[in-house]
């Protein structure tokens, strides 16, 4: 079974310049999770999308994070202007219903 | 915040077993057990769950104190692959907020 895919694997950009994230999960999970990990810190929920409806986005920074799951499988994220504080990792997870969560392999961003 | 507590690190050798312990004291009724891992520049890799009783995987034994808690999750015969950042988490089964902590980082030496 093909796990959760994410992409691009690292990106570095400047200070205020936009930059996306794009995620597939696994095949027939309807659950997706967007989670950003700090250096030294455990992942951080972002956001949850149940198929295409968000869930809960009550941690995402909506000034400057936006994301999406048009058709209820793959999510892009994206940040826009981004700031030298969202250097992270950013992790997708799925899970079928409310089950154990899998996670990707992560989008290493380094904000300059 | 986390609900759960963990030492920072734990050094395990070679093939002996690596016992990994997390303080739990105000979990509810409701609520399980997660373990996950991760190994450097990867994403966090589930391992085990459980709710009250003990349980073993593949990977794994967790073990759930009878008044639930505290736990400890063990690997029997640690490689130096299992050489990670452990993460012990609570939740209740139909939240799907999981509160990632510090996590303990075991380090597997030859």
């Known amino acids: 079974e093909a796990g959760v895919a994410q992409s691009p694997r690292y990106k570095i950009i400047e200070k205020r310049q936009s930059v996306a994230f794009w995620c597939n999960p696994i095949?027939?999970?309807?659950?997706l999770y967007w989670y950003q990990q700090i250096l030294g810190q455990g992942p951080k929920l972002l956001i949850q999308?149940?198929?295409?409806?968000?869930?809960?986005d009550s941690q995402l920074p909506k000034d400057r994070f936006s994301a999406e799951r048009l058709k209820g499988v793959d999510s892009t994220l994206k940040i826009q202007p981004a700031k030298l504080e969202d250097s992270a990792v950013y992790l997708c997870?799925?899970?079928?219903?409310?089950?154990?969560?899998?996670f990707g392999p992560g989008t290493r961003l380094l904000v300059l | 915040d986390a609900k759960t507590t963990q030492p920072t690190s734990m050094d395990c050798a070679e093939g002996r077993a690596a016992n990994l312990p997390c303080n739990h004291s105000?979990?509810?009724?409701?609520?399980?057990v997660y373990w996950y891992r991760q190994i450097h520049s990867q994403g966090p890799q589930y391992i085990i769950h459980?709710?009250?009783n003990n349980e073993t995987n593949e990977m794994a034994s967790l073990i759930i104190t009878e008044d639930r808690k505290s736990s400890t999750l063990i690997l029997p015969h640690a490689t130096l692959r299992d050489t990670a950042v452990y993460y012990c988490?609570?939740?209740?089964?139909?939240?799907?907020?999981?509160?990632f902590g510090a996590g303990t980082r075991l380090t597997v030496k030859p």
């Open positions: 988490i609570v939740r209740a089964y139909n939240n799907n907020d999981m509160r």
């Open positions: 095949s027939g999970h309807a659950t």
């Open positions: 459980g709710l009250k």
């Open positions: 997870a799925s899970s079928f219903s409310q089950e154990t969560q899998y």
């Open positions: 105000t979990i509810s009724g409701n609520e399980y």
């Open positions: 999308f149940q198929n295409n409806g968000v869930v809960d």
